[in-house]
């Protein structure tokens, strides 16, 4: 069984910098088909913000590209997101997600296994 757990949320002026985890417990980073984050806002649907496809191939957000990193450390079973030149709209509750089968998109309804979230708040 794949379990996620969430870490490295806070609250941050704009501008500010902030670097969220994901740690796979079973250890099977390096065997997925993606991995990607979450968010949501209240009042808003669950949206991604940047997915790693394989170990290598990247794909972000319009809105995230060029502030935010995703990347993967498979030695130590963990997704990362740097987020950089974070702006008030980045505030929501994030989430980590995986797809264990080697098949098809990695959008939400895709992702099988979810970590329970990570709390990024971005004052104006």
């Known amino acids: 069984q794949v379990q996620l757990a969430e870490s490295g949320g806070g609250s941050v002026q704009a501008g500010g910098s902030l670097r969220l985890s994901c740690a796979a417990a079973?250890?099977?980073?390096?065997?997925?088909?993606?991995m990607a984050w979450f968010r949501q806002a209240p009042g808003k649907e669950r949206e991604p913000v940047a997915t790693?496809?394989?170990?290598?191939?990247?794909d972000y957000e319009d809105s995230v590209r060029g502030r935010f990193t995703i990347s993967k450390d498979n030695a130590k079973n963990t997704l990362y997101l740097q987020m950089n030149s974070l702006q008030a709209e980045d505030s929501a509750f994030y989430y980590c997600?995986?797809?264990?089968?080697?098949?098809?998109?990695?959008?939400?309804?895709?992702?099988?296994?979810w970590g329970q979230g990570t709390q990024v708040t971005v004052s104006a």
């Open positions: 997600a995986a797809k264990r089968r080697w098949n098809g998109p990695c959008e939400v309804d895709d992702m099988d296994v």
């Open positions: 079973s250890g099977v980073t390096g065997n997925l088909h993606c």
């Open positions: 790693i496809f394989g170990d290598d191939i990247e």
